[in-house]
């Protein structure tokens, strides 16, 4: 299946939150672009609009205004069923927390996106298996969550993420709960994984060493998106 060229083409997006204490505007005409493949790390501080970005362009939470078009179609024109459906089977996410059911296995875990379409076929499983191997956790397939580390949790919070070939990947600072060491293979797998599945990324983090190794980089200040300018990655 080819995707389109463009993933995500977002135009004067604005998102208010209406409070008791009056309506805050989190996201101020937010403009981007993002290409089939492309890789954007975004950076702010805590309060500047990220995770609100991350759930209106994921499409788990609507837009005040402005316009939204995942692989050419436009979010505003869907019910809340074609909403599910997109969610369900054209973008993936991966939270900071990892969200693992306890008492199912590793292998059920990175199926449990496919039950909603309607269960799992031999095709599925195989493929569980092979992200899960490309992961380095061939060895913990009949594993609970509880019998792993926190860095194995998120590299199998990814795979659950990835089981659908999702369009766009969408990852909220998913290794805040990680020491250094796992926070950085976390990094690379989510940068080369999306590489190696033609999936679009947009990684929240706070970590600007992270932000650093990702072909695009933009900061969220006050609900404004700024990219900054491309630098060469550094190997
Ligand atoms: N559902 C909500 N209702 C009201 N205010 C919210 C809601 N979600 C987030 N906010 C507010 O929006 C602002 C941005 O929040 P968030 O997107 O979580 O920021 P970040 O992820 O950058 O820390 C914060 O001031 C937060 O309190
Ligand atoms: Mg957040």
């Known amino acids: 299946m080819t995707e389109p060229v463009v993933t995500l083409a977002v135009q004067d997006l604005v998102k208010n939150y209406v409070t008791a204490t009056g309506t805050l505007t989190v996201l101020k005409n937010v403009n981007l672009r993002l290409n089939r493949g492309e890789a954007m790390a975004v950076t702010g501080p805590s309060g500047s609009g990220k995770s609100s970005l991350l759930f209106v362009l994921g499409a788990m939470e609507l837009p005040t205004s402005g316009q939204i078009e995942l692989l050419g179609q436009r979010l505003n024109g869907l019910t809340e069923t074609q909403l599910a459906e997109l969610r369900q089977q054209r973008i993936g996410f991966v939270f900071q927390e990892h969200h693992l059911l306890p008492q199912c296995t590793v292998l059920e875990n990175v199926l449990i996106p496919l039950l909603a379409g309607g269960g799992t076929k031999p095709d599925d499983v195989e493929r569980a298996q092979q992200l899960l191997d490309r992961v380095g956790l061939q060895d913990r397939f009949d594993h609970r969550p509880s019998q792993l580390?926190?860095?194995?949790?998120?590299?199998?919070?990814?795979?659950?993420?990835?089981?659908?070939?999702?369009?766009?990947?969408?990852a909220d600072e998913p290794t805040g709960n990680l020491d250094r060491t796992n926070a950085d293979s976390i990094g690379s797998l989510l940068l080369?994984?999306?590489?190696?599945?033609?999936?679009?990324?947009?990684?929240?983090?706070?970590?600007?060493?992270?932000?650093?190794?990702?072909?695009?980089?933009?900061?969220?200040?006050?609900?404004?998106?700024?990219?900054?300018?491309?630098?060469a990655p550094t190997k």
Do not use: K, Y
Request: proline residues 3%.
């Open 149 to 170: 580390s926190g860095g194995e949790r998120q590299r199998v919070a990814v795979c659950r993420a990835l089981i659908n070939q999702p369009a766009l990947l969408l």
């Open 192 to 231: 080369d994984l999306s590489r190696d599945t033609g999936s679009s990324l947009i990684c929240v983090t706070h970590s600007t060493e992270l932000a650093a190794r990702f072909p695009r980089h933009a900061d969220l200040r006050d609900g404004v998106l700024h990219e900054l300018t491309a630098v």
